[in-house]
């Protein structure tokens, strides 16, 4: 089983659509957990943290489900320039230098 | 520097040569990996160094890869006897390597564009 997965999609959403991801993970160790957003032919670039009490920045919304062993993030009033590649990241507590990456769901907002 | 600077940014070579990429990370920053992206899939962890030495080098594919760091800095990878399959974005991305969770957020360059024809 993979340390992390995540649905691929694509996820095709018009503008203004809300849009909702899910990344499970294998490990309840996991201690730290991060959004990473993937432009085509670009390099990942850190999106949010996830906090164990959830956390907002404007239309992105992160939250940590511990129990079930998930993270979401949700995008409100999609515009076009969110479509790019999601990607989940894990750091397990017994390893702060390791890094488990999920596969990337991807998403296109269309007009 | 203020980021992770990779270079080449791109790379053609042939079948067979050796080639060398390199990976400058954000100042004080101890903890650095190498991850390979081929086109349309995810990465895959090479290598990770804390300052000079490689605690893991678990994903490195074959005896062709070698990587090392200097002075707790700049990172070079080698491939040598390059093969069609090491086409690929080489991904360097840095982290300051402490023990604090909230701080340990991985910062990756742009990427060395590695294509073997």
């Known amino acids: 089983r993979k340390e992390v997965e995540q649905d691929p999609g694509p996820f095709n959403v018009p503008e203004g659509a809300t849009v909702a991801f899910n990344c499970t993970y294998s490990n309840s160790a996991s201690q730290s957990f991060f959004w990473y957003r993937q432009d085509c032919r670009k390099e990942p670039k850190l999106l949010m943290s996830v906090y164990s009490s959830g956390n907002e920045d404007g239309r992105f919304t992160a939250q940590l489900n511990r129990a079930s062993q998930y993270i979401s993030l949700l995008i409100r009033d999609s515009k076009l320039s969110d479509s790019a590649t999601y990607l989940c990241?894990?750091?397990?507590?017994?390893?702060?230098?390791?890094?488990?990456f999920g596969s990337g769901t991807k998403l296109n907002v269309k007009p | 520097g203020a980021g992770v600077s990779q270079s080449p940014s791109n790379k053609v070579t042939e079948k067979g040569k050796d080639v060398e990429l390199r990976c400058d990370p954000i100042s004080g920053h101890t903890a650095l990996y190498w991850y390979r992206q081929s086109l349309g899939q995810g990465l895959e962890f090479l290598i990770y160094?804390?300052?000079?030495?490689?605690?893991?080098k678990s994903g490195l594919p074959s005896d062709r890869f070698s990587a090392e760091r200097t002075g707790g800095s700049v990172s070079t990878l080698t491939i040598q006897r390059t093969q069609q399959e090491d086409s690929a974005v080489y991904l360097c991305a840095t982290t300051p390597g402490t023990g604090n969770s909230g701080a340990n957020v991985l910062t990756f360059g742009a990427g060395s564009r590695l294509t073997v024809l």
């Open positions: 160094f804390q300052g000079n030495s490689a605690p893991d």
């Open positions: 990241v894990v750091n397990p507590r017994y390893n702060f230098n390791k890094f488990y």
